[in-house]
C-alpha cells in the first residue's frame, strides 16, 4: 500500500529532469543549428522514442501494472530493457504506484491524483513528493525474474539501456554529442511529458463516456503523441481490456502493437471486455447524465417533470432489456456452433442465426428510440 505522499524535495529527479531537459529543449536545437543532424541522430531519436514510449504503454502498463495479455520472457526482456531506457522507475514500482492510482483514483492515497492540481499530477508527484511502497499489490509481480532483476539493479538497468547503448551507438558512427542531446535528451523530454500528460491532461480535458463520476477523460489528441493511451476513461473503467482505443478507428498503436504480437505467437490470452459490457457501460453514463441533466433543469413535483423522468426510466430500461436478449441470442449461437455436428446442426444454426438477426434488429429500435431522447434533453 502506498501510504499518504510527504513534502520532500527529490534532488535526484529533480537534477535529471534539469539536465535532460536543458539538453533536450536548449543543447539539441543549439547542436542541430550548428552540425546539423545526420541519420544516426534522426534514426535514434525517432528508434528511442517509439522504443521507450511502447515499452512504457505495452510492457509498464498494458502487461505488467494490468495483466492484459500474456508473453514470452524474450519480449518481456526487449519491454524491461526500453522501458527502464525511458527512466520511469522499475517496472515493480511503476506497476505498484499505478495500481494504486487505479485503486484510489483522486484521492490522498492516489500517487498522481489530480486532487493535487495539474501540477502535481504532471510532475509534481515525483521531483517535490516522497512515497513509501512496500509493493503489497504487486505480489504475482514478484514472482518474474526479469522484472524483479530490473527492480533490483534499476540503475544499472536505465542507465545502460538509456545513455549507454544511444551514446555507444554515436561514438561509433562518430556523432557522440549528437546521440546525447538528441537520442538521450531530446527523446527523454519528449517521452516523460507524453506519458505525463495521461496523468495531468487525461485527468482533466476530454470526455467521460464510459465512467462519468471518474476524473478519467478520453482524450484523442494526446493519444496521437502516447501511443493511444490518451483514452483514459476508458481504460479506467475496463483496466483490465488491453485496448485503450477500444473503437476501431481510434488511434492505439499500443493495442495495434499487443494484437501484432498475438498474430506472431509472441502474445497471448489477450482480455477483451464485450461490446455488450461496453455499451452498457456507455448506456449508463447516458443515463445518469440525462437523469442529473433534468433534476437540474427540471422540476420533478410538478406533472411535467415526472413524466419525462417515466419516460426515461421506462426507456432506459427497455434498451438494457433488448441489450441483454441480443447478449444471449449471441451466446447461444456460439453454443450451437461448438455443439456436436449432427443432421439437425444445420437447421440449428440457422434458427440461432435469425434469433440474433431478430435481436440485434430489436436492440436497434430501441437504441434509436433512446437516441432520440438523449438528444432531446441535451438539445432542450
Ligand atoms: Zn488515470
Ligand atoms: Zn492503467
Redesign the pocket.
Known amino acids: 500500500m502506498t501510504a499518504i505522499a510527504t513534502r520532500k524535495n527529490n534532488w535526484v529527479n529533480i537534477s535529471f529532469f534539469t539536465i535532460t531537459t536543458l539538453a533536450g529543449i536548449a543543447g539539441a536545437p543549439v547542436y542541430a543549428y550548428h552540425y546539423g543532424l545526420s541519420t544516426t541522430e534522426v534514426a535514434l531519436f525517432l528508434f528511442y522514442f517509439a522504443a521507450t514510449g511502447l515499452s512504457i504503454t505495452v510492457g509498464y502498463?498494458r502487461l505488467f501494472?494490468?495483466s492484459t495479455y500474456k508473453t514470452n520472457s524474450v519480449v518481456r526482456f526487449i519491454l524491461l530493457f526500453f522501458g527502464a531506457a525511458a527512466f520511469q522507475q522499475s517496472a515493480l514500482l511503476w506497476s505498484s504506484q499505478?495500481r494504486d492510482?487505479?485503486r484510489f483514483v483522486d484521492t490522498d492515497r492516489d500517487p498522481y491524483s489530480i486532487g493535487k492540481g495539474f501540477f502535481y499530477a504532471h510532475i509534481g508527484w515525483l521531483i517535490f513528493w516522497k512515497h513509501e511502497t512496500n509493493y503489497d499489490n504487486v505480489k504475482q509481480l514478484q514472482n518474474d525474474s526479469l522484472v524483479m532483476h530490473q527492480h533490483r539493479y534499476y540503475n544499472q538497468w536505465a542507465i545502460g539501456a538509456g545513455i549507454v547503448t544511444p551514446a555507444l551507438i554515436g561514438l561509433l558512427t562518430g556523432h557522440l554529442l549528437g546521440a546525447l542531446l538528441i537520442g538521450v535528451g531530446l527523446r527523454l523530454t519528449l517521452v516523460y511529458h507524453t506519458t505525463f500528460i495521461v496523468n495531468s491532461v487525461c485527468h482533466m480535458f476530454g470526455t467521460a463516456t464510459y465512467d462519468i463520476d471518474s476524473s478519467a477523460r478520453d482524450n484523442w489528441f494526446t493519444a496521437i503523441f502516447n501511443f493511444g493511451e490518451g483514452y483514459h476513461n476508458f481504460?479506467?473503467r475496463f483496466?483490465i481490456d488491453y485496448r485503450n482505443g477500444v473503437r476501431w478507428y481510434q488511434f492505439d498503436p499500443g493495442k495495434w502493437t499487443i494484437a501484432i504480437l498475438e498474430k506472431l505467437g509472441l502474445a497471448w490470452d489477450l482480455r477483451r471486455v464485450s461490446n455488450f459490457r461496453i455499451l452498457a457501460a456507455r448506456f449508463a453514463g447516458e443515463e445518469t447524465r440525462v437523469t442529473r441533466w433534468l433534476s437540474e433543469n427540471n422540476n420533478f413535483s410538478s406533472m411535467l417533470g415526472a413524466n419525462i423522468q417515466r419516460q426515461v426510466r421506462t426507456r432506459y430500461d427497455d434498451l438494457h432489456e433488448r441489450l441483454l436478449d441480443w447478449e444471449s441470442a449471441v451466446q447461444e449461437y456460439h453454443s450451437v456452433l461448438k455443439a456436436r455436428v449432427d443432421i439437425y446442426s444445420k437447421e440449428l444454426r440457422r434458427e440461432a442465426r435469425r434469433r440474433v438477426a431478430v435481436a440485434r434488429s430489436t436492440f436497434r429500435e430501441s437504441r434509436l428510440d433512446w437516441n432520440s431522447l438523449v438528444r432531446q434533453c441535451s438539445a432542450a
Do not use: D, E, N, Y
Request: no cysteine; hydrophobic share 20%; proline share 0%.
Open positions: 502498463h501494472a494490468h499505478h492510482h487505479h481504460h479506467h483496466a
